[in-house]
């Protein structure tokens, strides 16, 4: 099952690349979404498929990456078709084709349990997505597309050398090389601790600079805020998704070794480094795009942190990787509208939203009021959880520290946001032409009330999927 769901993707997208109607071409996105997601409940309904080879595994925290992956491709394929009618004047072929290699790539990264292999798919990631980033050719476009593509390409090397490092340390314990995790969880006390250390430190600066943790997210905000909006919500709730998981396999590792205390203080560190770097260039931030991508620095920065924290806030860690990824998708999605209104990211021109374009406005001011762990909302579940576990586990100044960075990110953000919310657009803006359309409005919409759900209910399947990872983790 493994293999179609990797590999069904990426046959869409070859069909995509041969069909020559730029109007034909972004409906094929819908299609693979519809078939994807499908597979996926399908597949988590049956622990027997989520096996296919020693190096194919869906382990329980995959599920979950798995599941925020293809929901959120199938909001935005949506989005996506309905965008590209607005950009009939674009060529559409690379960017619908290179849609559907991300997902399958994606699902090769979810599934892959052999670290050689989970190194490939995730350099695989960046190639496909810096041709989405330039879809807008524009000069500042083919910048950011550089930065990511040379930032990305630096991390990626950190992080092969920190999986030969891993290798040498199985090497070094008296055991045969080994590059699969279940075999390097079974043996995982007898690897070498130096050569471990140095490998997991390696690893969360590789990986990490995919995630976009301080200081190696450089490329975020000049990637996030040049790319289209739904590119950006796919790289804010997929690619760091996957980045994530590749750490969290990393951690287990070095648990089931006995360096807990050594891996927790690394990840609360880089958490709250990551939170007051993204603080602070959110306060007086004049690009309401490139606000979004320092958020979702700060978010990573959140998840490094539950993860350093360990046991009891692993709940709400795992848990705000989906809200996380939803509610991502909302803010970049309306983003999206709003900068297409009005032809614009700077505070200067944007403002008045809400009048302007009624919907998308609220639903930017309500992802704001999400994102920043407002009540009733998703976020504020999984970062209550998290502040929870800090204070269950006896760790009162990272618990201190984060509710500070907390109200630092909720200023800096809020200032922004409601500048571009209230007020009373110019009549230049105010003449001009734009309606939002069902398919551009209506997956945000859905994905705001999935943000909503969770905040008031989580259903049993889905707490089920949680509590799965949280003791896949514990597991040592």
């Known amino acids: 099952m493994a293999w179609v769901m990797i590999c069904f993707p990426l046959i869409m997208a070859a069909l995509t690349a041969v069909i020559p109607s730029n109007r034909t071409r972004p409906w094929l996105l819908p299609v693979t979404a519809v078939v994807h997601l499908a597979l996926v409940v399908f597949v988590l309904s049956r622990p027997d498929l989520m096996t296919t080879a020693t190096w194919l595994v869906l382990d329980p925290p995959g599920r979950i990456v798995l599941l925020v992956v293809s929901t959120l491709f199938f909001f935005c394929s949506f989005y996506a078709a309905g965008y590209l009618q607005y950009r009939q004047e674009r060529p559409n072929r690379v960017f619908c084709a290179c849609m559907q290699a991300f997902l399958g790539i994606m699902n090769l990264v979810v599934w892959s349990h052999h670290l050689g292999l989970m190194w490939v798919a995730i350099e695989a990631t960046t190639l496909a997505t810096a041709p989405l980033i330039y879809f807008n050719h524009t000069q500042r476009s083919i910048e950011a597309t550089w930065k990511y593509l040379i930032v990305g390409s630096v991390g990626i090397a950190l992080a092969l050398l920190g999986t030969f490092f891993l290798a040498y340390a199985s090497l070094q314990g008296g055991l045969e090389s080994t590059m699969t995790f279940e075999s390097l969880l079974q043996h995982a006390s007898q690897l070498s601790k130096p050569w471990l250390r140095a490998a997991f430190i390696l690893l969360l600066v590789g990986y990490g600079t995919k995630m976009g943790l301080a200081p190696m997210h450089t490329w975020k905000p000049e990637a996030y805020g040049e790319a289209p909006g739904v590119v950006g919500a796919m790289l804010a709730g997929g690619v760091t998704s996957c980045a994530f998981l590749a750490i969290l396999r990393i951690y287990n590792i070095c648990l089931a070794a006995g360096e807990h205390i050594y891996t927790s203080r690394l990840l609360i560190f880089m958490g709250l480094f990551s939170m007051a770097v993204a603080g602070l260039f959110m306060v007086g931030q004049r690009d309401f795009k490139r606000m979004l991508a320092y958020s979702s620095v700060e978010h990573m920065g959140i998840l490094a942190l539950g993860l350093g924290i360990g046991g009891p806030a692993l709940f709400g860690t795992m848990l705000h990787i989906i809200t996380n990824g939803m509610t991502k998708g909302v803010l970049f999605l309306s983003a999206g509208n709003i900068h297409r209104a009005y032809g614009s990211k700077s505070l200067d021109q944007v403002y008045g939203a809400i009048r302007k374009v009624p919907l998308s406005g609220s639903l930017f001011l309500a992802g704001f009021l999400a994102i920043t762990g407002s009540p009733p909302f998703g976020p504020f579940i999984s970062e209550f959880a998290i502040l929870n576990g800090a204070f269950g586990a006896g760790r009162f100044v990272a618990a201190g ?49 999935i943000v909503l759900l969770t905040g008031l209910y989580i259903p049993a399947p889905l707490s089920t999927l949680i509590n799965d990872a949280v003791a896949f983790l514990e597991c040592r």
């Open 401 to 449: 520290l984060f509710l500070f960075l907390l109200l630092v990110v909720f200023i800096g953000m809020g200032s922004t946001v409601l500048q571009v919310v209230q007020g009373t657009p110019s009549p230049e803006i105010a003449a001009k032409p734009y309606r939002e359309s069902i398919l551009t409005a209506a997956p945000v919409v859905a994905m705001m009330a």
